[in-house]
Nanobody
Framework: QVQLVESGGGSVQAGGSLSVSCVAS?????MGWFREAPGKERTGVAW????????YYHDSVKGRFTISQDNAKNTVYLQMDDLRPEDTAMYYC??????????????????WGQGIQVTVSS
């Protein structure tokens, strides 16, 4: 069983920055950040392979968001810059223990954090 605990988030005006972090109880294979806005499906934002550190981003956040990790602390970070009102959502950390599956799909992840709110005002 993997436990994920998120922190950070909050409220900011458009163009501002926020960060969220996620501490895992054990090291995992892939960790990702997903977000869910009211009335919308949960969608992927960014992903990182714990071993080799490869990162991937949804097109909507490329150049604005940065995912990083500290393997010694089993922690993944998401730095969010140039935030837009459409980035407003509940952000969730997710983890996969092994390879396989579509890393961009929330259905591929067994472990989830409790979610943390990010609000961007115009």
């Amino acid at each position: 069983q993997v436990q994920l605990v998120e922190s950070g988030g909050g409220s900011v005006q458009a163009g501002g920055s926020l960060s969220v972090s996620c501490v895992a109880s054990v090291n995992t294979h892939i960790m990702g950040w997903f977000r869910e806005a009211p009335g919308k499906e949960r969608t992927g934002v960014a992903w990182i392979y714990s071993g080799r550190g490869d990162t991937y981003y949804h097109d909507s956040v490329k150049g604005r968001f940065t995912i990083s990790q500290d393997n010694a602390k089993n922690t993944v970070y998401l730095q969010m810059d140039d935030l837009r009102p459409e980035d407003t959502a509940m952000y969730y950390c997710a983890a996969k223990s092994g390879p396989g599956g579509n890393i961009r799909s929330p259905h591929s992840y067994r472990y989830w954090g409790q979610g943390i709110q990010v609000t961007v005002s115009s």
